[in-house]
């Protein structure tokens, strides 16, 4: 079995657990967050709104990180190689900058969100400029931002956005060319939503750093693997294309 036949595997399996229906338990603890969602009065959602939003526009848009240049001329093999490696060494980033502010107590956790943002934005650049993406591009950007989205949402959300990202090499051009219209709203509450439980006991006392390196590593985790299929997923899509294309040139001539 060659590399690529393998990982169609893998791609075939996370699109099967991405595109199947919510199970019972997925439904309930929706049900649960949305009932929590309805107590907090709209001035802390649209507070917590503008503050992701100017947090995701800058890392995405501003000169927060320097931007690598695309991989060229290397193997799909070699391109998840070097992802992989670079996935472990921000897991561990991750966890150890979650321990130190986990043991600082209330405070010190709440400072944890825009640095594990900042860690996980960096390592999405890092990925697609692996792949041989150019993230300068706008619309590579805003694949960066559902893949995040992606990782981070509902059982039922996930779909959709599952759904927006297939294709997208066809898609990209029909997307919003201003960044102030993506539902900014619905980001921010399946981001925080999913990682509440995780994150919530980081601010305990006594137990909070061991727990916050490990809900870190864990979503980073889960954010790197949610890109790699992601990317994978353009691949096959581009390979397809290709196949498809240079059949109808033999048929023409």
């Known amino acids: 079995m060659t590399y690529e036949q393998k990982i169609i595997h893998e791609l075939e399996f996370w699109k099967y657990k991405t595109l199947k229906k919510p199970s019972l338990f997925n439904k309930v603890t929706d049900k649960v967050q949305k009932k929590i969602n309805s107590y907090i009065p709209d001035k802390i959602h649209n507070a917590i709104t503008t503050a992701i939003k100017q947090m995701v526009k800058a890392v995405l848009f501003g000169s927060t990180f320097t931007t690598s240049k695309p991989f060229t001329n290397l193997t799909l093999m070699h391109r998840e190689a070097l992802i992989k490696q670079k996935i472990e060494n921000y897991k561990k980033t991750g966890a150890a900058e ?41 619309r590579e950007r805003l694949f960066i931002l559902h893949i995040f989205q992606l990782a981070f949402s509902s059982k039922e959300e996930s779909k959709n956005i599952y759904l927006k990202m297939e294709d997208w090499d066809n898609k990209a051009h029909k997307l919003p060319t201003n960044i102030d219209e993506f539902d900014w709203l619905t980001f921010q509450q399946q981001y925080r939503d999913y990682i509440d439980l995780a994150k919530l006991a980081q601010m305990l006392p006594f137990i909070g750093a ?42 023409e001539d």
Do not use: C, W
């Open 98 to 138: 979650g321990g130190i502010t986990g043991a600082g107590g209330f405070l010190m956790s709440l400072a944890d969100f825009p640095l594990l943002l900042g860690i996980k934005m960096k390592m999405l650049f890092d990925i697609a400029a692996v792949y041989g993406y150019e993230v300068k591009d706008y």
């Open 210 to 251: 061991a727990v916050g390196a490990v809900a870190n590593y864990k979503l980073i985790e889960k954010l790197g693997k949610t890109a790699m299929m992601s990317y994978r997923m353009r691949y096959f899509n581009i390979q397809s294309i290709k196949i498809t294309e240079n059949h109808k040139l033999k048929i």
